[in-house]
């Protein structure tokens, strides 16, 4: 089970795209709600959540945790004890820790990019404490995955995806999406 933790200001596109992309490869993955099971996004998108953040269960049916950026939707999920109780679980655990855009800096002030390769929206690297920033638009170092920002959602969601599966698995979901190239 991956929590997807969703609070008023997230960025859709960077929370929804990537967790379709999980559910087109089979994995379990439930939106969460901060304060309560209906947030609404960055640009005024309401969102009616699996379950709100009183509802999680941090135990061993968890994978990892994925944290969307937005503003103030990232200042809402670093405020948040529920949270910041699942980074840190994932962190203890060795469990996956995904954060896109502004999200990585909620890492970045706990500690947990010291050495680590990542990236973010531009603008926030200052708050990657510790990180060795990437120029790659999805980032993996270990269990942390980093993405820069919302053109980059489809992708991320496929990242975590070989993450948790394979790459085979994930480069099948990929050719179904018929993503744009030159």
């Not at 991320?156 to 744009?180: C, V």
């Amino acid at each position: 089970m991956i929590y997807f933790f969703l609070a008023d200001g997230f960025e859709e596109t960077e929370a929804l795209a990537p967790l379709d992309v999980l559910r087109r490869a089979g994995i379990s993955a439930k939106t969460v709600g901060i304060g309560g099971k209906t947030v609404t996004g960055s640009h005024g998108i309401p969102v009616v959540c699996d379950i709100s953040d009183s509802e999680i269960s941090l135990d061993k049916n968890l994978d990892g945790i994925f944290l969307p950026g937005g503003m103030p939707g990232t200042l809402n999920l670093e405020k948040s004890k529920t949270v910041n109780k699942a980074i840190d679980y994932c962190a203890e655990n060795g469990l996956l820790i995904a954060a896109i855009c502004a999200a990585p800096s909620i890492l970045g002030h706990k500690g947990l990019l010291k050495n680590k390769n990542a990236i973010c929206f531009p603008g926030f690297e200052s708050e990657l404490e510790g990180a060795v920033l990437s120029d790659k638009f999805v980032c993996e170092d270990g269990n942390i995955l980093t993405a820069k920002g919302m053109g980059s959602a489809v992708e991320f969601g496929l990242k975590i995806a070989e993450y948790l599966l394979d790459s085979e698995k994930a480069n099948k979901i990929r050719s179904t999406l018929q993503i744009y190239h030159d």
